[in-house]
């Protein structure tokens, strides 16, 4: 144990004079896998004025663009840690599968975004360093690696607060102020805005909330659960809805939300599919 702590130390040590320099990442991810070890590591800033940026993220060169693209693009706004800071204002370090609802692995965003890393279990903080920003660093097991088990998940835990100090102090100095002339991006805040309208022009009022659920994750049980509806009346909506959409399965729905962001202009509410379809 005490081995461990003077890596700790000398880790945090040489974190501390890197403070506002473009090493500070790497250096924050080694002292975090000196205490427990991880395969994969990713810390995205999220800020309502802009889209996503990528402080840091390992995966291979090859498949990095691609999955980051259409992360920023807007499937981000399906992400559970993002929907666990926003909508809930969670905090903290959590594991993937305790915030993301159930069937959200057999979801296209789950497949699409993770089907080159093979990630076997995930962990992350998310830090609010302002009102209107956060940081998540997502840490990763792959497929051959064990689950992160209690003891390290409680580690990481119990040091969020030197996490949060640090991550406050490099990137909290990035905060910027609301442009008073109106001219700020707004983009993050009319993606969400697009999100919670996809389809309504379309569908009716219980289609547009079983599609929302379907999109977010959730397995038809589990819609039938929160709406108070049978299994059998969630599907018939999915297919209700399916047919007015034009698509034929949940991988061409994700695909054509994401293709209805992409071709957002001078967005102003509603539903995106209006200007797409």
Same mark, same amino acid.
């Given at each position: 144990m005490?081995n461990?702590?003077?890596?700790f130390s000398d880790?945090l040590a040489?974190i501390?004079?890197e403070i506002?320099s473009?090493r500070?990442?790497?250096l924050l991810?080694?002292?975090l896998?000196?205490?427990?070890p991880f395969d994969?590591?990713?810390i995205i800033?999220?800020d309502?004025?802009?889209?996503?940026?990528v402080?840091?993220?390992?995966?291979?060169?090859?498949?990095?663009e691609?999955?980051?693209?259409l992360f920023v693009n807007?499937?981000?706004l399906?992400?559970?840690?993002?929907?666990a800071?926003?909508d809930?204002?969670?905090?903290?370090?959590?594991?993937?599968s305790d915030?993301?609802?159930?069937g959200?692995?057999k979801t296209?965003y789950?497949?699409?975004?993770?089907?080159?890393t093979?990630i076997k279990d995930?962990i992350g903080?998310i830090?609010?360093i302002?009102?209107? *920003?956060?940081?998540?660093?997502s !840490?990763?097991?792959?497929s051959?690696?064990?689950?992160?088990? &209690?003891?390290? +998940? /409680?580690?990481l835990?119990d040091?969020?607060?030197?996490v949060?100090a640090?991550?406050?102090a490099?990137w909290?100095?990035?905060?910027k102020?609301?442009?008073s002339?109106g001219?700020?991006n707004?983009?993050?805040?009319?993606?969400d805005s697009a999100?919670?309208h996809?389809?309504t022009a379309?569908?009716?009022?219980r289609e547009? *909330?079983?599609?929302?659920?379907? !999109?977010?994750?959730h397995?038809?049980?589990?819609?039938?659960e &929160?709406?108070? +509806? /049978?299994?059998e009346?969630v599907?018939?909506?999915?297919?209700?809805?399916?047919a007015k959409?034009?698509v034929s399965?949940?991988a061409?729905?994700?695909?054509?939300?994401?293709d209805?962001?992409?071709?957002?202009s001078?967005y102003?509410?509603?539903?995106?599919?209006?200007g797409?379809?």
């Open positions: 005490s461990t702590l003077k890596d880790k040489a501390m004079p506002g473009d500070l990442p790497s991810l080694a002292m896998k000196s205490l427990v994969n590591a990713l800033h999220y309502r004025n802009e889209t996503p940026s402080h840091y993220n390992d995966i291979p060169p090859l498949e990095r691609s999955q980051i693209d807007g499937a981000y399906l992400d559970p840690f993002y929907r800071a926003v809930k204002k969670r905090s903290g370090l959590h594991r993937l915030l993301a609802p159930e959200f692995e296209e789950y497949r699409s975004y993770f089907k080159h093979e995930e903080y830090i609010h302002s009102p209107d *920003q956060f940081l998540n660093i !840490l990763s097991r792959l051959f690696a064990q689950r992160f088990n &209690r003891s390290q +998940i /409680s580690t835990s040091i969020g607060a030197v949060e640090i991550c406050k490099q909290g100095t990035e905060i102020p609301q442009d002339s001219g700020s707004q983009l993050p805040n009319q993606l999100l919670k996809f389809g379309y569908l009716t009022d547009s *909330q079983v599609v929302q659920l379907f !999109l977010h994750g397995s038809t049980k589990s819609i039938a &929160r709406l108070g +509806i /049978s299994p009346t599907k018939l909506h999915r297919k209700n809805s399916y959409l034009d399965s949940q061409e729905l994700f695909y054509l939300f994401i209805s962001l992409a071709s957002l001078d102003s509410g509603g539903d995106p599919l209006v797409y379809l």
